[in-house]
């Protein structure tokens, strides 16, 4: 069985047990990987994908962090008084080992299903909160690990004392947060 799948903008078929040189993948060696983008799987019923073929997937066991070859790009250009440049690059690639071919059964609607709940529950429990953006130098991204790390409202904010602000590692709580924080939950 075989199956042609999509990453880093090229197709590759792939077959149990063969060794690829793909695009950099932000994964460690040892680690497992699940690719999604499966757009034929082959055999004796072949199915073609339209794109994809729902519920397959393939799995891979990242092997290392390589550089591919060098390449030289090199200019010249003719006549008197003419120049030369020469460029050089290696291209960072992951090297994988395909360990196999799941025609169904993917587990790709979990990883969502988990992503999709956080969000789901967040303006649940932030239904008695507070926008912490309001607060000088919060953001979404700062907003969201103040309410990972149990802080929801002004209120609980401008309680907080510096050892309190020592102990949270999710964020830097800066003492300026505190001040205004006292001043929202007044008002």
Do not use: C
Request: glycine letters at 10%; hydrophobic letters at 45%.
């Amino acid at each position: 069985m075989f199956a042609v799948l999509k990453t880093g903008g090229k197709q590759y078929k792939v077959q149990a047990g063969d060794i690829l040189r793909i695009e950099k993948l932000a994964a460690d060696a040892g680690e497992t990987i699940q690719f999604d983008e499966i757009l034929m799987l082959g055999g004796d019923a072949p199915v073609v994908g339209a794109p994809l073929v729902d519920g397959a997937a393939v799995k891979a066991e990242v092997i290392d962090q390589i550089k591919g070859e060098k390449l030289i790009h090199f200019v010249k250009r003719r006549r008197k008084h003419s120049s030369k440049r020469t460029k050089g690059h290696r291209q960072k690639l992951t090297l994988i080992k395909i360990t196999e071919i799941l025609a169904s059964g993917a587990t790709k609607a979990a990883p969502k299903a988990a992503a999709k709940a956080a969000p789901k529950a967040a303006p649940a429990a932030a239904a008695g909160a507070d926008d912490l953006t309001q607060l000088t130098g919060v953001g979404p991204a700062a907003a969201k690990k103040l309410n990972e790390a149990g802080l929801t409202s002004f209120a609980q904010i401008a309680a907080l004392s510096e050892d309190d602000i020592a102990g949270i590692d999710a964020v830097k709580v800066k003492p300026e947060w505190v001040a205004q924080a006292k001043d929202l939950a007044k008002g």
